[in-house]
């Protein structure tokens, strides 16, 4: 555990150095001798077929990364969905609408709920491209299951390893020494970094398959998460995907439906697994 912490240690530095260079303009020198500024720039998009518009070989090696929730899939309801989760986000714990152990009730939801595509060709478009692809997502690798059963069922092509190897990684991993261990896991594609940053779990993925890339293209819901992938200080385009729209403060119908349906599901776990529902009450969260 020591050696990993000091790994842990070096990535952090190594990634604190990266982001300070990109805060000035730097020179990259291109396959031609030439030299140009480095490329870091965010866009506003409704349409995943956006992506291509930054594929050409100008850019040199390219990763494409995607998001899951609100990105490629989305909630057919409003409980459970990503707009519910930023909104608990926002909630006082003492607040009547709160609910405790979001990502433990959010993993019950995975299991059970069904996703839609958020664009009728979303799997075609992704599918068809052809650059080395990765999905990021926030959720736990112990919703992987239920991750992948949905993607699948939507129609997309889960992408291929980038380094080869079907075996894939788990591990866990601190930001800091002194911080909670995350379960991360890289499998089938699809990167889980339960809730950490997606721009250093990415770098730190790249590292341990010793991997580099001249560009990354990122299609993401989230802008915080389009900031924190733009800290790799490399050629990239950060899509901001906003097809699917997620106003704050909620509306007051969402607002009763949510609680309607977390009261639900309170009963069916009472009458089920009543164990199981006292410890989401008591804050007793493993996810």
Not at 5 to 20: C, E, P, R
Not at 24 to 53: C, F, M, W, Y
Not at 122 to 131: D, F, K, L, R, T
Not at 141 to 152: A, I, V
């Amino acid at each position: 555990m020591k050696t990993a912490n000091t790994l842990q240690t070096v990535l952090s530095l190594t990634a604190l150095a990266i982001l300070l260079a990109a805060c000035s303009p730097r020179q990259i020198v291109t396959g031609h001798g030439l030299s140009k500024p480095a490329i870091s720039e965010v866009i506003p998009s409704k349409n995943l077929s956006d992506v291509k518009n930054y594929l050409g070989p100008e850019f040199g090696r390219t990763l494409v990364v995607f998001d899951i929730d609100d990105t490629l899939l989305t909630s057919e309801s409003f409980f459970g969905s990503d707009h519910w989760y930023q909104w608990q986000g926002t909630l006082d714990r003492n607040d009547p609408d709160y609910v405790p152990c979001k990502f433990d009730v959010n993993a019950i939801n995975y299991e059970t709920e069904t996703l839609q595509k958020t664009e009728a060709d979303g799997a075609q478009i992704v599918n068809s491209i052809e650059a080395d692809k990765i999905i990021v997502t926030a959720r736990s690798p112990y919703s992987r299951g239920p991750t992948l059963r949905e993607l699948q069922n939507a129609g997309y092509a889960l992408p291929l390893p980038l380094d080869g190897d079907p075996n894939g990684l788990a591990y866990g991993w601190q930001e800091i020494p002194s911080a909670k261990e995350a379960a991360i896991s890289y499998d089938d594609g699809v990167l889980m970094v339960s809730g950490r940053n997606k721009g250093k779990l990415l770098l730190d993925l790249l590292a341990k398959l010793k991997l580099h890339y001249d560009h990354v293209i990122l299609v993401d819901d989230g802008a915080r998460n389009i900031k924190a992938m733009r800290a790799a200080g490399i050629d990239y385009h950060g899509l901001h995907y906003t097809r699917i729209e997620k106003p704050l403060p909620v509306e007051t119908r969402l607002v009763a439906e949510a609680n309607a349906a977390w009261q639900a599901l309170q009963h069916y776990l009472a009458q089920t697994f009543p164990r199981r529902l006292e410890q989401l009450r008591h804050g007793q969260c493993f996810y």
